[in-house]
């Protein structure tokens, strides 16, 4: 066992109200730059939808991901002799417009427009080229109630669902959505690591945080295909590939990411786990249906004694198994089971996880009474989405994943309603919850986590312990006299 | 005993060698000239092969026969005849760009020679232009490199978003 220490999170979907809250707080912090303009570390899409870029789920087009060949994994964008041969013309990447076209507005033209007899206008302006330009794209631009037949339609995950289901996504007043706020993963297995030619992308060792060393990158832009959930992006005014980086400066000092931090909804949750690195391989190998069940299988429970002993032979320091026991995402993920992976088939072992949404029940105008305990899994038709969409998004396609997720979450609903508006019996609550095989207790402690808690018990941000990993490197004393003036690098005329 | 027969026979074949060499360089082998001047065949102190720089433009040595470095040496034989040939191959390093080539890699005599009739064959022919078939041949392998390129890009340059909505606009079902 070679057990490590990861920072992971968990958003609820129920909550996310898709405000884009989370996205303007990381653009403010790290992307308002020269060259980025385009990047969303952190975006909110709607789905259906075919997200941003558009269809980045769709890797048959961009090759992200691993694949299995043989008793082996392999990139998706190929193995090495493939990466090099691609090296000067990677035909997977994304264009400009399948991310969008940056735009501003010419707002001075508000204030400085000569006197005449029509109101002056703020022209959109590409901040690319910075010529007018029509607005044909954005980072959400399906955020339309995802009836759109152009966006919606092309959804990955809905082009496979059979012609019943997609009529049920789209039916007029039944029509539904979610949306999805999504970051860089910090993969276990993560391909952008995997694919730099330049050996520029590392996994952190005490917290898993993934980062592209600025200094090593060469711009080969790998990272930007091989990543299956397009996190990694191109900076075209350094020359250097960028990503999330879930705000390690913040943490470090003890905040909770901007996303995390700003986030209207309350919905993200973040916690160490601990998982043993020895077993993510064989995880990464199974198939498809058994990878949410394999990858719940290496995250380990920090109140075992076996685990806190390896662990600390593994060299996780006690600060952090501390804060492993406090953290919410083990229970999220682990204690309730009721967190799952996005598109664990792309065999990364992503590490952050999603509530899958329950939404809203119907008006009973719409859909008639029913006993919700009893009636929801009678027939498909009566979850609002599709249980075979979730499924290709959170399960690899195992339908069965998110439906005891389904349970355990209508247990919650179904108790709550019973003890706060009082119309369902104590019956009907208690059989939801030997359904979702949770106990009465547990059902309580999801609702408290879910929508009482205030942040510092949501957001678990671990003691980042900066001098025992700067004092594996160099002697700390230098570390603070030499460090503050960035890194050194060479000046134009050379040295 | 044994090694005392070895070396009487390694003297006598030094000896006749030696009288022999002269005899031979006399006539040489136009077609072991060809060779060497192209670099099949390797000059034994290893200097370079003449076609790295020069060219006969009157002879058919190939697509790679083109070299301009240095000057055509169709003409070569005619116009400095037998004598003068030998005295450039002799010292091939009196020429200054030649020197860093040749100092320390001078040619044998049989190689001279073979080289001097080599010359002496080609100097008949006539000396064509070879630059207008090279310029064809460039052009025409860039044209496929650049094809080649294109049809492995071509999909890159399509994008993802705008096939999707040109194909719901005129496609089937479009809303226009």
Redesign the interface.
């Known amino acids: 066992m070679n057990i490590r220490a990861q920072v992971s999170s968990v958003f609820h979907l129920d909550k996310c109200i898709g405000c884009h809250t989370c996205s303007i707080a990381c653009k403010n912090l790290w992307t308002d730059r020269k060259g980025v303009e385009y990047m969303w570390w952190n975006n909110v899409e709607t789905k259906p939808g075919?997200g941003y870029?558009?269809?980045w789920e769709?890797q048959e087009?961009y090759n992200g991901g691993w694949e299995r060949s043989g008793s082996q994994l392999k990139l998706k964008l190929g193995g090495r002799a493939g990466l090099i041969g691609k090296i000067f013309?990677?035909?997977?990447?994304?264009?400009m417009?399948?991310y969008y076209e940056p735009f501003t507005y010419r707002y001075g033209d508000l204030t400085s427009a000569p006197a005449g007899d029509d109101q002056p206008t703020a022209r959109a302006v590409s901040m690319v080229s910075g010529k007018p330009m029509k607005i044909?794209?954005g980072p959400n631009w399906d955020d339309d109630l995802s009836g759109s037949?152009?966006?919606a339609?092309?959804d990955p995950g809905v082009v496979q669902l059979s012609a019943e289901e997609q009529q049920q996504l789209f039916a007029i007043e039944k029509m539904v959505f979610f949306h999805l706020p999504r970051i860089c993963n910090h993969c276990l297995n993560a391909g952008c690591v995997a694919s730099c030619p330049s050996g520029a992308i590392y996994k952190r060792g005490e917290d898993g945080i993934v980062l592209i060393n600025q200094d090593k990158c060469r711009g080969w832009r790998m990272c930007v295909s091989a990543c299956p959930y397009k996190k990694t992006y191109y900076g075209w005014a350094s020359g250097k590939s960028e990503k999330c980086i879930l705000c390690y400066p913040r943490q470090e000092a003890g905040e909770a990411p901007g996303c995390f931090h700003s986030c209207v909804g309350r919905i993200r949750f973040l916690g160490v786990l601990l998982y043993d690195a020895d077993r993510i391989e064989s995880v990464a190998l199974q198939d498809d249906q058994n990878l949410v069940a394999a990858q719940r299988e290496i995250i380990l429970d920090p109140f075992d004694p076996q685990v806190i002993l390896g662990a600390k032979r593994s060299g996780v320091p006690e600060q952090i198994l501390k804060a492993a026991q406090k953290s919410p995402v083990y229970k999220f993920v682990k204690e309730w089971g009721i967190a799952l992976p996005l598109h664990p088939e792309f065999r990364t072992l992503p590490m952050l996880f999603y509530v899958p949404p329950l939404l809203p029940v119907l008006s009973m105008d719409n859909q008639g009474k029913q006993k919700l305990a009893d009636d929801f899994f009678t027939s498909l038709e009566q979850a609002r989405l599709p249980m075979q969409y979730l499924a290709g998004l959170f399960a690899g396609g195992n339908a069965e994943e998110v439906k005891s997720v389904y349970r355990k979450l209508i247990a919650v609903r179904l108790q709550r309603r019973h003890l706060s508006v009082g119309d369902l019996s104590a019956d009907e609550a208690a059989k939801a919850c030997t359904a979702a095989e949770l106990s009465s207790e547990a059902v309580n402690a999801i609702y408290r986590m879910t929508a009482l808690t205030r942040i510092k018990e949501r957001i678990v941000v671990p003691p980042m312990l900066r001098e025992q990993a700067i004092e594996a490197g160099m002697d700390p004393e230098q570390h603070k006299q030499e460090m503050g003036f960035g890194s050194r690098r060479p000046p134009k005329r050379r040295w | 005993m044994t090694r005392l027969a070895v070396n009487c026979f390694s003297l006598l074949t030094v000896g006749l060698l030696l009288f022999s060499a002269p005899a031979l360089a006399q006539q040489g082998d136009p077609l072991r000239g060809e060779a060497l001047f192209a670099g099949t065949v390797s000059f034994a102190q290893g200097g370079a092969p003449c076609l790295a720089c020069h060219a006969i433009g009157g002879h058919d040595l190939g697509q790679a026969a083109g070299a301009s470095y240095g000057p055509d040496l169709t003409a070569l034989f005619t116009d400095y005849g037998e004598d003068g040939v030998a005295g450039i191959l002799e010292d091939p390093a009196a020429f200054e760009s030649m020197q860093a080539i040749f100092a320390e890699h001078p040619l044998s005599d049989q190689e001279r020679a073979d080289l001097s009739a080599f010359f002496a064959s080609v100097a008949e022919s006539e000396k064509t232009d070879i630059g207008v078939r090279l310029t064809g041949h460039v052009v025409l392998a860039t044209m496929i490199f650049l094809v080649l390129?294109g049809a492995?890009?071509w999909?890159?340059?399509q994008?993802?978003?705008?096939p999707?909505?040109e194909k719901?606009r005129y496609g089937k079902?479009?809303?226009a």
Do not use: F, M, Q
């Open positions: 075919t870029p558009t269809k769709d087009r013309h990677n035909p997977s990447l994304p264009t417009d399948d044909e794209a037949n152009i966006y339609a092309n | 390129i492995l890009g999909r890159r340059l994008g993802v978003r705008k999707l909505v719901a079902g479009g809303i």
